[in-house]
């Protein structure tokens, strides 16, 4: 982040707890083509609560991770969960993407999840970490997109306070559509070799573990979280948004429960100055 004002879902430990039940709920699918070279040092920029750091670690064993965050609070819960998971290849430190108190082309492999999304200038914050990234080394970047959102039961309620995320993050100066983005962000912003992996999460009765852990643990909680802000703004009224959300949490409830989700995982090289356009 750039700040910790501007984190749409604020620093709670209910938010804590919902952000690595998502970790978990999707690991497999986000992750199991996400690996690093023995001997490489990798930066992860935003690593919150550490929630992606630890599969980081684990897939990579032999690799180094340094991970970092703008959030004094959230560093400390990401290195008692390394302390936790006996993790030996991450340090962790303080800092903001914009102003990386480190060399030009020190990394070998960055690492983004979740974290454009909150930033007002996504793309200079990938030209800030393409700085610290060697010549030909890669970036990974995963977001999500709320607008590949839809579900069953569908109420007008539910639909609002959908909504209401995408529009309180977007009034922080954030963009919760930006998966659709990584494309064009990472092609302006100068990386070569760009490929886009959509990965989607459906969740229904008969996938119990996606229908608890990411429509009841992750989805619901998430567009809870903005409550204050999304009456403060008057996008709904207390009763029809105490309905939406009830109506969300349903959807993990009921038998005919149907949520269905995009993210989009990137990839991207560092190219030199001669390969560029």
């Not at 620093?11 to 690093?36: F, G, K, N, P």
């Not at 997109?145 to 007008?156: A, I, L, Q, R, V």
Request: proline content about 5%.
């Amino acid at each position: 982040m750039s700040s910790e004002t501007d984190y749409v879902h604020g620093y709670s430990e209910r938010e804590a707890e919902r952000l690595r039940d998502q970790a978990a709920t999707v690991r497999e699918l986000l992750h199991h083509d996400t690996r690093y070279p023995a001997g490489s040092e990798v930066l992860e920029a935003g690593c919150g609560v550490g929630a992606q750091t630890i599969t980081l670690a684990r897939n990579s064993p032999e690799a180094r991770f340094l991970s970092v965050d703008v959030s004094p609070a959230s560093l400390e819960q990401a290195q008692a969960m390394a302390r936790r998971e006996g993790l030996a290849n991450v340090r962790f430190q303080q800092a903001d993407i914009f102003h990386l108190p480190f060399q030009d082309e020190r990394f070998d492999h960055v690492f983004v999840c979740y974290l454009l999304e909150h930033l007002a200038d996504p793309l200079g914050a990938l030209i800030a970490l393409s700085r610290v990234l060697k010549k030909g080394g890669t970036i990974t970047v995963i977001e999500g997109d709320h607008g590949s959102c839809y579900f069953h039961p569908e109420t007008k309620e539910a639909v609002r306070a959908w909504n209401c995320l995408i529009e309180v993050q977007a009034a922080l100066g954030g963009n919760s559509l930006i998966g659709r983005e990584l494309y064009p962000l990472l092609a302006q912003a100068g990386f070569g070799e760009v490929g886009v992996s959509p990965r989607m999460v459906y969740c229904d009765l008969s996938r119990p573990e996606y229908r608890d852990g990411f429509a009841g643990k992750t989805i619901a909680p998430m567009v809870e979280g903005v409550e204050r802000l999304a009456l403060e703004m008057g996008l709904m009224d207390p009763a029809s948004w105490r309905k939406g959300i009830e109506d969300l949490y349903r959807i993990a409830e009921c038998p005919e429960g149907v949520f269905n989700y995009t993210f989009f995982k990137a990839t991207a090289v560092k190219r030199s100055p001669k390969q560029r356009p």
